[in-house]
């Protein structure tokens, strides 16, 4: 048996029996008549007449069955000569983007070429078909919600960078960032669109219309009376600003919205798709017949029960099948249409996925029974499939579409070689698969059932002067109480649902973190762990190439379901390492930054540049970690670094002619929603940081063996017999004690460097649906006080305002609904809980390489940023909904980050400029506020005279004014002459600003005004001033500047 696959010819497992003598080992105890019974009832034949009767129908045995098959997958089969020729139609049958001459502008195009990314001001670019005559119609998959116009033109359109696709005579264009339609001139059309939804364009040559559909609904009309007749013809067309990205789908794969009497632009393959519902239907015969060979009879059983049990009679008829639906499992389409449906419907019965076998026994029959190459691909294009159905599905009150294709996801996964093979070969490389792990926002609030869910809307009308909500509800109106509490019982409802869909992401996580699947090789984990550092790495090294980079909205998801499943494998294991820590006190020990088992590319550490770093403290290496590092190795890699950047300096600089088309391949994460990431854009530069330049000659004390991310295996990351694995090289500081599974440390350790890659910047960005809500909820409640002012005779006037009442409330009708949701999916009390144990994993991380004395040099700067920054979010972007007084062990967080910022401010082992300007920022905003401040007060006495010390130092590369900013707020407050008791009119500041340092009540220290009071045992920070200050004023010393211009510093040092 052979199938032919891009035109070579791979030979095929062979199932057929060589002689007749082989018929009893394979049919085993049945016999001729029940096998002949068996394969006429799994392969019927129909004639004109209907199926044959068991009396007059030829007996059917193995050696005729591939023939029989052969005639039935023959019926209604086309002609050969066909041509596929479609009226109406001209152009190739494959229709793709035209990346040779039909298009303006810089773009990117995918290797399938059906993904683009506008990398210019305005990018055009057209398909290589057109149509004439007839009905027809494609989908654009929109990825990015900006600027583009997505319609028709004609051959004589000609575009520039600032005129696209309905910009022109014959162009015609939807454009859905903007709600308009666009041919030469412009008006109002359809609804706005977001990333994730699906735009049909419909044209119709006979009537002369163009229309568009939004998600499968209608838009009416856009454009009649268009220019139709001889020469004329219209291809599909687009036009994208900067950085936006979309996908079409001319018919390569099924419309996921076909209209009525339109045609796709590319055929549908009719033929392979008959052959396919065939040879499936067939199977599922298999699966729920049943050969009694006693009673010599068949029987019908459940198909959810069947197993894999190795009965030669089911195997080999299941071969025959397999022999012709095995190569049609290969094409993406049929894979959509016939294969995916089928593996849903399996799970359509509701329950848990472990309630349905069916799919990890068919698994198994296809590695049995199709070739790898075949398996390999077919779960590829599954598993793209999938992606995309998640990706592209509309919202629904019970997130229903994307719990089904999550389901199916999970049951794939959990069979164990094809979790392997899809994550060796498929999830990180060919597939974005954190796209899995992300929950779409949606923008029209009707259309996701919103209303349906949460019927009663609420927001603060009890406004503070800054426009904040008040806290205490205590003028609260039984009227309004009653709307917030049935608003808080639908935000409930919504957050239950979205839960559900939490919970399955995770349990994807968990299936891929399983370290225990050793019996078929590597573990799933270390296979997870290598490709995880490979996605940090492009998203680290690439920071300032947008197409490159995970979108920050999917990272926020991502790092919320990784610290889950971490957490949860880290808790499991604890019982089984004695002596171990649980994942509250989880932290990453120091001996990671310095022992080279994990890489982290060019990114920052504390003590400046790693080769510099090794050079000057190889004693301290070699005394404290026992590691020896060769300083001609030191020299030879400091002048490869200087080979290779003059290389990729030279090999990066690009063509004007290579912008576009299959010349630049690149790991796209905004156009294509599968196959952007099965590209290979790597620079040099990139390459050479995960592959080491040379190997590291073994050192005298301990062997290091350094190797690539994908080259390394269980034994060089957990260790075993003596090797410390990625613990290698503990100092003498560090508590000889287990911490946890190594594996489990690395991915924490990449956790903490996705949150400052890209996920506080999205926390902070999505907070302005909030400050929306306020800032009309403020101009609703000043709106509804003029009209009570308002004299009615004025009704001119009234009505102006009554109308302004109803837009206000209607958009707060939206937001607020639209807040529910972001609540729920980023702000919950969950999240707020997942970077609450962030911030504690970094100052615990911190603590411990501090402790190492001269080794915290090689500590990354991120993870002082990530313990900046998720401080600056627990106490920003979570409130008002969340508290950070409410949080387990606040106020001993609170003191150990001010120690830390007390101390590291001014710690000569950090020689990074912006790195130290980000911490004296943090200490001056730490002290601006009552709470932070109260927690700077509780740091020991040593600390804080050290930190005043440090602050009243001379001039030493730090900028007077942070200092003097510091000191005034320790000794006054922030009241000083910055304070505001009411916004200035003047000012356009918004709502949120009131937190600002400058609009806060005063917040000195306690002790300092105790003192100014005349009270004795004063303790606290401007105690410690004192202390340090009357030293140098009696002895005459030059003191700070700064603390000349302190008030009230001169009375109390007498």
Known sequence: MNSKGGGTVLSRRNYRLASDTDVPKVTGIVNEKLLSDYLHHVFPACSKHGPASAAYRKPLSFQDLGAHLERLLSVDEPPDDSTGQ????????????????????????????????GHSNFSSIRATTCVFKGKWEYEVLISSQGLMQIGWCTLNCR???????????????????????????????????????????????????????????????????????????????????????????FGSRPLRYPVEGYLPLQDPPTTDLTKANRLLGYMKTVLCTGIDPQEEKLTEKDSASWQLQGEPTVLVTLAHIFNHFAPLMCKVYLVEDVLMNFLLSILEGGGSVDEHPLIQQLLDLFWLLMEDFEASECLKQLMMSLLRAYRFSPIIPDLGFQIHYLRLT???????????????????DVLRSVVFFYIKTPLRVKEAGLEELIP?????????????????????????????????????????????????????????????????????????LNKFRKFLQENASNRGNPTVLCPPEYMVCFLHRLITAVRSYWDEGKPKIPGSINSEEAYVPPQMFYNGKVDYFDLQRLGGLLSHIKKTLKDDLATKANIIIDPAEIQAASMDDLDEDEESGAGQRPSGAAAVGGALARPSWLSSPTLGRANRFLSTAAVSLMTP???????????????????????????????????????????????????????????????????????????????????????????????????????????????????????LNHLSRRLAWINATIYSKEKMLDVYWLLRVCIRTIEHADAAGSLFAFTPEFYLNVGMNSYSALKNYFSPAHSMEELPGYEDTLTQLAAILAKQFADPRIVGTDIK???????????????????????????????????????????????????????????????????????????????????QNPAGSRAAREELCGHEAAEGVCHVLRLVCQPAARAGDDCHPGTRDLPGLDPPLG
């Open 693 to 811: 330049r040379r190997p590291l000659a073994p050192p005298e004390k301990v062997k290091v063996r350094a190797l690539p991310v994908e080259q390394r295996t269980e034994e060089d990351i957990e260790g075993s017999h003596g090797n410390d694995g990625l613990l290698l090289g503990r100092p003498p500081e560090e508590p000889d004690q287990p911490i946890t599974e190594k594996s489990l440390l690395e991915i924490l350790d990449g956790i903490v460097m996705m949150y400052n890659l890209s996920v506080h910047q999205q926390l902070g960005k999505m907070v302005v649906v909030s400050d929306d809500v306020h800032e009309y909820a403020v101009a609703l409640k000043d709106t509804e006080e003029k009209i009570a002012r308002c004299p009615r005779r004025r009704s001119d006037i009234l009505e102006e305002l009554e109308k302004s009442q109803r837009v206000f409330s209607e958009k």
């Open 410 to 428: 999970t049951a794939i996964l959990r069979h164990e070689k094809s979790r392997k093979y899809l994550l060796s070969n498929v999830l990180f």
């Open 917 to 999: 300007d980000s911490l004296m920022q943090a200490l001056a905003s730490y002290v601006c506020y009552p709470q932070s401040l109260r927690a700077v007060e509780r740091i020991p006495e040593e600390q804080r005279v050290a930190m005043m010390r440090n602050l009243l130092a001379p001039y030493e590369q730090r900028p007077w004014a942070q200092t003097n900013w510091i000191l005034v707020r320790l000794w006054r407050g922030c009241g000083f002459g910055y304070r505001y008791t009411r916004l200035p009119h003047l000012l356009k500041t918004k709502p949120e600003d009131a937190n600002l340092p400058s609009l």
């Open 159 to 249: 575009f520039n960078q600032e005129e696209g696709v309905g910009d022109t005579p014959d162009s015609y264009a939807y454009d859905g960032n903007r709600v308009r339609k666009w041919n030469v001139t412009t008006t109002n059309y359809g609804k706005s669109w977001a990333a994730g939804d699906i735009v049909s364009c419909l044209i119709d040559l006979d009537e002369g219309t163009i229309t568009f559909c939004l998600n499968g609904q209608s838009l009416g009309t856009a454009f009649s009376n268009i220019k139709t007749g001889p020469g004329v013809a219209y291809f599909p067309a687009i036009s994208l600003s900067f950085k936006e990205s979309v996908a079409f789908n």
């Open 86 to 117: 479609v009226e109406g139609r001209l152009g190739p049958s494959t229709v793709v983007l035209d990346h040779t001459s039909g298009f303006e502008g810089l773009l990117f195009v995918d290797d399938d070429l059906l993904g683009v990314i």
């Open 456 to 528: 009663t809307t609420w927001w603060p009308t009890r406004l503070d002067k800054e426009g904040k909500d008040e806290k205490e509800q205590r003028h609260e109106s039984a009227e309004e109480r009653l709307r917030r509490r049935a608003y808080e019982r639908g935000c409930q409802r919504l957050k239950k649902r979205i839960e559900v869909v939490e919970e399955l992401q995770v349990q994807i996580l968990k299936l891929m973190l399983n370290n225990k699947d050793k019996a078929t090789g590597e573990a799933s984990r270390y296979i997870f």
